[in-house]
């Protein structure tokens, strides 16, 4: 329930100093009247730009931002467009316009690498990792941002160093990590005290209440915000307000004061409303929803949540959208909707595991690794810049010594003398520098070892995992007609597909395990064995009870963890009889198509997983009537779901039965080519969400 309001601050708050009251943007007023169309009329439309997006006023800050930015082209002003542009972003990211936001980002940053303005860069830089932090890209979040850090220290900016550890804290948030969280807002706090900065000092308070709310300290959290209230209510800060109220709601609720929640929570609604502040109302929506649920009104509650879900889905907040639908996991359990309860807890699984996996935290800690890194060669040569400005000076020092005093014998001899110490100081310092050169190369060795023993790992588990599934040889042995699209979004994966033969009987199956890369892998591993024990331990080969088998040898091997684990797969099962040619299906989650006088037809899964889950039922058996010349098609979810295309929208299955059909007649070899070709051209630059695995078979 916090998430949201350290988030809305990262970019708002955080990153910029100070908040101007009214009268100071009045005397701003006064002094674009008098003065002429010169660089100083571009600051002052800037200056007063942000001023009043720092209490709202988005609408006659935008055009403040855009009077600058056009003056500042007229002038062929840089740095002072590049202002601009930040505001603008600035004032999108407020109002929920994310990518907006990344675009004017994107060109002030441009603009200030052009002209060198490192603290320009800085700043731009945290704003840019606050919208990938926003979006729940975690790992672009903190290089972002860890840059930014590098930048403000090496110029000396204390109020941008504080933004930067603000804002890594952020991250590590996000991530749950609450002790790095706290570090870096710790760092934070001390520096805005340091320089002064109420807003920064405000800001630091509400997010450091914000992880003790977490941790469980809720009297501490609500002195935070206490403190922290009195600050925005002097600078006329609406937007920070509606945020403390909203924490404040979160701690009444925990701590079940239930009234005094919905009071502070329809503050900030209010307030959100007044300043147009997307992203703040989808998160009151949320909890103003899960609020009616502990108060057992459930069609309040749906109404709420799903103004939360439109909102999220309308700004494309990823963590937004995760969070309420753990919100509609508990009304649905709470109204005994056991259908709904499934459906939005799939939809809660693949949001989340978005969010936080595994090779998003290994690319996290490399990123640390790396500035750790940077931040150890900069100090480095810092201090050997200055031994040699040191040595020069030496030299200068020797030199005016040997003019003044050349005449003199005893004066040579000790001058001498200086001279043989001044060069054995330099020699030991050599020596010094040397090995401390040396020791960085060491490190920078054992840090490409460390990435290499991690890679080779993961490339040996693909090894073991490659083992379980069966030779495509073999698969082509017993349906020549035939085809396997198999394409891991990771060098291991979740999906997988299997084949056995049992007597006359020979099944088949695409299977989809949760998450994907290692987690993925390990689960597949265990759904592997099972069916392989269902079939050759137990001779059971009717799909429906296979699959019965399978969900009690899965939750057999998982109920043995001390922690509750809800992990299990998806799947599409085919059992064909190599003398009748009769076929049985059955599918978890997972349906059947098949193409019959070239249309796709759909044999309907069961809506229940292979796993843990409330009045489990057995699955159903199909037997289907085909004809020679048919072709079933076993899949997974991951080719529907990839985004991509002009607009960046999913596949969806619709389009994926269209391209099945028209290529029914062509070889099947000829098919797997047009689906692997389809799916690069859709996916484009895009990153590949899930793995991918689609098999056909011809009858």
């Not at 890679?455 to 090894?463: C, E, F, H, I, Q």
């Not at 799947?571 to 198509?593: D, F, H, V």
């Not at 292979?610 to 085909?626: E, S």
Request: aromatic share 10%; hydrophobic share 35%; glycine share 8%.
């Amino acid at each position: 329930m916090i998430r949201k309001y350290t988030t809305l601050f990262l970019i708002l708050i955080s990153c910029l100093q100070g908040m101007a009251q009214s009268r100071a943007i009045d005397s701003l007023r006064n002094i674009l009247k008098t003065e002429s169309d010169d660089t100083g009329k571009v600051n002052t439309l800037n200056l007063l730009s942000l001023k009043l997006s720092r209490m709202g006023k988005y609408d006659t800050s935008a055009i403040c931002a855009k009077s600058a930015e056009q003056l500042g082209e007229k002038l062929n002003f840089e740095n002072g467009i590049a202002g601009a542009l930040y505001n603008s972003g600035v004032i999108e990211y407020n109002l929920g316009n994310y990518s907006k936001s990344l675009e004017y980002y994107n060109n002030a940053l441009t603009i200030y690498q052009k002209t060198g303005n490192k603290a320009g860069m800085g700043k731009t830089l945290v704003n840019i990792g606050g919208v990938y932090n926003e979006q729940g890209d975690f790992s672009k979040a903190l290089e972002k941002m860890l840059k930014a850090l590098s930048l403000q220290q090496e110029v000396g900016n204390k109020s941008g160093i504080a933004s930067a550890y603000n804002n890594i804290g952020l991250v590590y948030y996000n991530e749950e990590k609450w002790a790095l969280a706290l570090e870096n807002m710790l760092k934070a706090l001390a520096i805005q005290k340091e320089i002064g900065d109420k807003t920064g000092i405000g800001t630091c308070l509400i997010n450091t209440g914000a992880i003790c709310t977490n941790q469980g300290k809720l009297s501490e959290a609500l002195e935070y915000y206490s403190e922290a209230l009195p600050i925005y209510q002097a600078l006329g800060n609406k937007n920070a307000i509606s945020v403390i109220y909203g924490n404040i709601g979160d701690v009444r609720m925990t701590k079940g004061d239930y009234p005094q929640a919905m009071q502070y929570y329809l503050k900030s609604l209010n307030i959100c409303r007044e300043i147009g502040s997307k992203n703040g109302l989808g998160w009151d929506f949320d909890n103003i929803g899960i609020l009616y649920i502990y108060l057992k009104n459930y069609k309040e509650s749906k109404v709420y949540l799903d103004s939360a879900l439109d909102m999220a889905k309308a700004i494309d907040n990823k963590q937004m959208q995760t969070a309420v639908y753990k919100r509609f996991i508990e009304l649905d359990s709470a109204t005994d909707n056991y259908k709904a309860e499934a459906d939005d807890y799939k939809e809660y699984l693949v949001h989340h595991d978005s969010l936080i996996n595994q090779a998003n935290t290994k690319k996290i800690l490399q990123e640390q690794m790396n500035y750790e890194f940077e931040q150890k060669q900069v100090a480095e040569k810092a201090a050997q810049e200055k031994k040699d400005a040191l040595a020069e000076q030496d030299k200068n020092r020797q030199r005016i010594i040997l003019n003044s005093f050349m005449g003199g014998f005893v004066l040579m001899l000790i001058l001498a003398f200086f001279i043989f110490r001044g060069y054995r100081q330099k020699q030991k310092a050599n020596i010094i520098i040397t090995q401390k050169n040396e020791e960085v190369v060491k490190q920078k060795e054992l840090l490409e070892q460390k990435n290499n023993e991690i890679l080779d790992s993961l490339v040996y588990a693909k090894r073991l995992q490659d083992a379980i599934l069966p030779p495509m040889k073999l698969v082509k042995q017993f349906f020549p007609e035939s085809f396997v699209l198999y394409k891991p979004k990771d060098i291991v994966a979740g999906d997988f597909y299997w084949m056995e033969r049992a007597g006359d009987n020979i099944l088949i199956a695409a299977a989809d395990c949760t998450g994907h890369g290692v987690p993925g892998a390990m689960v597949s591993v265990v759904c592997s064995n099972a069916l392989n024990r269902t079939v050759k331990e137990f001779h059971i080969t009717e799909p429906g009870k296979v699959l019965d088998k399978v969900r009690e040898l899965v939750l057999e091997t998982f109920e043995k963890s001390e922690s509750e684990v809800q992990d299990g797969m998806d799947i599409s099962l085919c059992c064909m009889n190599t003398n009748t040619k009769e076929i049985q299906w059955s599918g978890a989650y997972n349906s059947l198509w098949y193409c019959h006088n070239g249309e796709i037809q759909e044999v309907a899964a069961d809506k229940q997983p292979i796993g843990k889950k409330d009045r489990p039922q057995p699955f159903n058996t199909h037997k289907l009537n085909l004809q020679k010349g048919d072709i079933l098609y076993l899949l997974t979810d991951g080719y529907a779901d990839q985004f991509g295309g002009p607009q960046g929208k999913k596949f969806k299955y619709k389009q994926l039965q269209d391209i099945l059909s028209a290529n029914a007649g062509a070889p099947m070899e000829n098919q797997r080519s047009v689906l692997e070709k389809s799916l690069e051209e859709w996916k484009g630059n895009l990153e590949q969400i899930d793995d991918v695995l689609v098999i056909g078979i011809r009858v």
